[in-house]
């Protein structure tokens, strides 16, 4: 409430800014500073846990229905999807991971592992950290060093969103007598805790040359994947503050 003096100034009593702070209005911001496992999972995931339909037993690509499917690792253990996830248009997943996510190739080719058609939408959530096997990616061919495995030309190792409240690791094979292979995502790309892009051509003999023509990792964006963002995962952006009273006449 506020009174006015008979200079016709509107004024606010001392108790009512007590009011605010009790009520943690002073500084306080609608804006989170990490949207992050937390974040998502109070906002909307909490509404799909207890639905045993939408527990994981294993990390096979669960079956899908066109429209909105929330889903949740299975707890405890690092969740690793090594052979091919495919989101067709129209379907959109979100995937809760209380742990860490590895993503790596069984195979060990030169596979695209998590493929989202346009039209679709595919969001990994994560508590822990997100890792790109070594074993994920494009070989540099041999002879000598030009560009290879251009984004136009091969298709991208991984799709999708991939939120980290740790880090969002793209690792190498820790070989000094090896070069890495060529990592191609397309998506968006989050690690809260830090980024670590570790691969190198280097194999102690002429394999830094190819890093005059290529990059170790590439990164696409994907503005699709934006406009086909489910509706639970939006908000609307207010921002509230406390402003001086106006003067009246």
Not at 139 to 161: D, H, K, Q, R, W
Not at 166 to 186: H, M, P, R, T, W
Not at 211 to 223: K, V
């Amino acid at each position: 409430s506020s009174s006015s003096a008979a200079s016709d100034v509107y004024k606010r009593q001392d108790e009512q800014r007590s009011q605010s702070i009790d009520g943690h209005a002073i500084h306080n911001s609608t804006f989170p500073s990490q949207y992050g496992y937390d974040y998502f999972y109070n906002k909307f995931g909490v509404d799909f846990f207890s639905d045993n339909n939408n527990r994981l037993a294993n990390s096979t690509q669960p079956t899908l229905s066109d429209g909105l499917n929330v889903r949740f690792a299975p707890d405890g253990a690092t969740f690793e999807i090594d052979s091919l996830w495919h989101i067709e248009s129209g379907q959109q997943l979100i995937v809760f991971v209380d742990n860490n996510l590895v993503i790596s190739d069984s195979a060990g080719g030169e596979n695209r592992i998590i493929q989202v058609d346009a039209g679709g939408y595919l969001a990994f959530i994560v508590s822990g950290n997100i890792t790109i096997d070594q074993s994920v990616g494009y070989t540099n061919p041999s002879g000598l060093p030009s560009a290879f495995a251009l984004p136009n030309a091969v298709v991208p190792n991984v799709e999708g969103i991939y939120l980290a409240d740790g880090s969002f690791v793209v690792a190498n094979n820790n070989n000094s007598s090896l070069s890495d292979k060529k990592f191609i995502g397309a998506g968006t790309f989050v690690g809260w805790g830090g980024v670590n892009l570790n691969r190198t051509f280097d194999d102690g003999v002429f394999g830094m040359a190819w890093h005059n023509q290529n990059p170790t990792e590439t990164f696409i964006y994907r503005p699709d994947f934006l406009l086909n963002t489910p509706m639970v995962m939006k908000q609307s952006i207010h921002e509230w503050r406390e402003v001086d009273p106006r003067t009246a006449n």
